[in-house]
């Protein structure tokens, strides 16, 4: 079969599908993309072939990072049984994937990502765009994905295809492995023309594995947990795409073991589950951490142990604490000296439950008092400004409990662990192993794609959405409804809170002019957010107070179209303390009484630190 290079890829992608637990679908069910002079005529030539067709259909974005970040909203909300492909023209276009392709890879989420490349031939080099290097003739700019990808490959000859691909749907597939994959494509690559088999763009099935315990291992896990007085169970994000939620409520009520959640694992076991204990950590509920603090055994359950879960290494303080680390990459089960169960969440979930079989702990926690203090954060009243909590409680409130919000970077992500009363597995999606400010928008969009049945709220801060509002006008073109909240502080309330914190008395975190003395104290700058979205076609809600709030979240959700709702709220307003630490250091020497004084709290903390390496005594 003559096709070319792009051609090829475009009818392979066409054919692939995944299967788990006997349920098959597309593996690669659309593709994401902008063009320019580097793909315009190669792969988006071979997308217009099979337009018509809707073998591969294609989604025209406006940002190339926002586009990998609706890939992986949409691969998240698939529980990484599907994946999305993104295609970018050479130099700026497929740089501009770096930190999506990053974000990935650190979520462990698959995106297949396809930037173009320089000529293989070098025929006219240096090209547009091309970054030259004196050591190399065959570097590029997408060398740079080579760390931030789970698989790389560059295609420089149509033989190289067919090997490249395989090894990319591999990776997309694996659920150890798995992150972000890219395929480096030469613009004169893409428009070559190749004699290719036809066994090369047969259906083809790939399986994504359920590995089970090693008997060994699950027995020396099962002793340890045996051993334990005082339990604790800290379910990540791997319980959700495991779809191992129901594994794990029948661990919880066969053990009794109370279970704490991560930021990805949030959801996990619902919010009024009687061994529901909150989030864990450094923005964790101060049940949740208490029970960390004693906990001689603590079960981790497809969790990465990042510096917010362990509370930088301070949440879990019995010197002979014990980790059993359930993970199907031993990378993670590996963490913490733990016993590593590699293994498949909801199988090994459910081997330890029978395996456990006879053992139980009692009940010694109880959450009435916190969530009084959730209830009372969630209705302070405060004025003249509304507090922040005040707004997530009523989103909370309001929304159905199959309704999605999506967070990512800010204050808001600590207040959501803290707060949110998650009522169904797949409706809270913060993405904060990356953190990174622009997704909330762009990965609400890829979210609703995933699941059009749901109503999908992205709660995005002023600072985040001046990074990235540009998926706006693509969900509008679309028809992608999405309901966006627009919470406006004028500056970084997260920064400003965390260096004040840190004894830097909030520099640089607020909009506002340069003052006639030089410094960025003056008047707050008149930005208007709500302009701005209804100039990129959203309908707009402004609102003053959280009545008006709620209103508009009721007008918003029974729109066809997508509508955002623009309140201001008071950055200093208060917030329960977590009761715990992140590590953020601070200045060893410094002139100002406020980072001196900051640096002695520090050291406090810091003195609490543990290495989490073992038994700190025989």
């Known amino acids: 079969m003559r096709l070319t290079v792009a051609q090829a890829l475009v ?31 190669g792969v988006g030539q071979a997308l217009l072939e099979v337009a018509e067709s809707g073998e591969l259909p294609y989604h025209l974005a406006r940002n190339e990072q926002g586009m990998v970040h609706a890939a992986v909203g949409y691969s998240r909300m698939r529980n990484r049984t599907q994946a999305l492909a993104c295609t970018a023209s050479i130099g700026p276009g497929s740089t501009n994937m770096l930190t999506g392709a990053a974000l990935a890879t650190t979520n462990r989420i698959p995106v297949l990502l396809l930037p173009s490349d320089v000529f293989a031939t070098r025929v006219a080099s240096p090209v547009l765009q091309e970054l030259e290097q004196p050591y190399g003739y065959d570097v590029s700019v997408n060398d740079a994905f080579r760390p931030l990808s789970k698989f790389f490959d560059r295609v ?33 690559v893409q428009a070559q023309a190749h004699d290719w088999p036809d066994a090369l763009f047969a259906k083809r099935v790939w399986h994504l594995a359920r590995p089970v315990p090693e008997p060994a291992a699950l027995a020396r896990a099962v002793a340890v947990i045996r051993s334990a007085r005082r339990p604790l169970l800290v379910a990540g994000g791997g319980v959700h795409y495991s779809e191992a939620t129901e594994a794990l409520r029948r661990f919880a009520e066969a053990t009794g073991i109370p279970v704490a959640d991560t930021q990805a694992g949030k959801g996990a076991l619902l919010w009024d589950h009687s061994h529901a204990v909150g989030g864990v950590g450094s923005t964790g509920s101060p049940v949740a951490n208490a029970l960390a603090r004693d906990a001689d055994v603590v079960i981790g359950v497809g969790t990465r142990w990042s510096d917010f879960t362990t509370a930088s290494r301070t949440a879990f303080q019995d ?42 702990v009692e009940q010694t926690w109880d959450v009435t008092d916190w969530n009084r203090v959730v209830d009372e954060s969630f209705h302070l009243g405060h004025q003249p400004l509304p507090a922040q909590t005040e707004v997530l409680g009523a989103l909370n409130e309001e929304m159905d409990a199959r309704d999605v919000v999506v967070q990512a970077a800010g204050s808001m992500p600590g207040d959501l662990q803290m707060l949110w009363r998650a009522r169904d597995a797949k409706a809270y ?32 801060g002023d600072g985040s959405y001046l990074m990235m509002a540009s998926e706006i006008v693509t969900a509008v073109s679309e028809g992608i409804k999405l309901n966006l909240v627009i919470v406006q502080n004028h500056g970084f309330a997260s920064i400003g809170a965390l260096s004040e914190s840190l004894g830097s008395q909030r520099f640089g975190t607020s909009y506002r002019y340069r003052s006639a003395d030089g410094q960025l104290d003056g008047a707050t700058l008149p930005i208007d957010l709500a302009a701005n979205a209804a100039s990129l076609g959203a309908d707009v809600i402004k609102v003053r107070t959280i009545e008006e709030f709620r209103a508009a979240i009721a007008t918003s959700r029974a729109s066809s179209r997508t ?9 200093l307003a208060p917030v329960p303390s977590p009761e715990s630490w992140w590590d953020v250091p601070v200045s060893e020497v410094a002139s100002l009484d406020s980072t001196q004084q900051a640096r002695k709290t520090y050291e406090t903390h810091k003195a609490a630190q543990r290495p989490l390496i073992g038994k700190d005594r025989p």
């Open 11 to 41: 009818r392979f992608l066409a054919n692939q599908y995944s299967e788990r637990d006997g349920i098959e679908q597309r593996l690669i069910p659309g593709c994401f993309g902008i063009f320019g002079h580097g793909n315009v005529a």
């Open 156 to 188: 420089w000859r149509p033989e190289q295809l067919p090997s490249a691909l395989l090894g990319a749907m591999r990776v997309l597939t694996d659920p150890a492995e798995t992150g972000a994959v890219t395929i480096a494509l030469p613009q004169d």
């Open 319 to 360: 010197p002979d604490v014990r980790f059993v680390n359930l993970n199907v990459a031993s990378f993670d089960a590996a963490k913490h000296a733990g016993e590593m169960l590699v293994a498949d969440a909801r199988e090994g979930l459910d081997a330890l439950t029978e395996a456990l079989d006879g053992y139980r």
């Open 429 to 460: 999606h913060v993405e904060y192993a990356y953190s990174c400010m622009g997704y909330e928008i762009a990965g609400a969009m890829g979210v609703k794609m995933a699941a059009p049945d749901r109503e999908v709220f992205a709660l995005v």
């Open 563 to 571: 509508t955002a709702i623009h309140i201001e709220t008071d950055p």
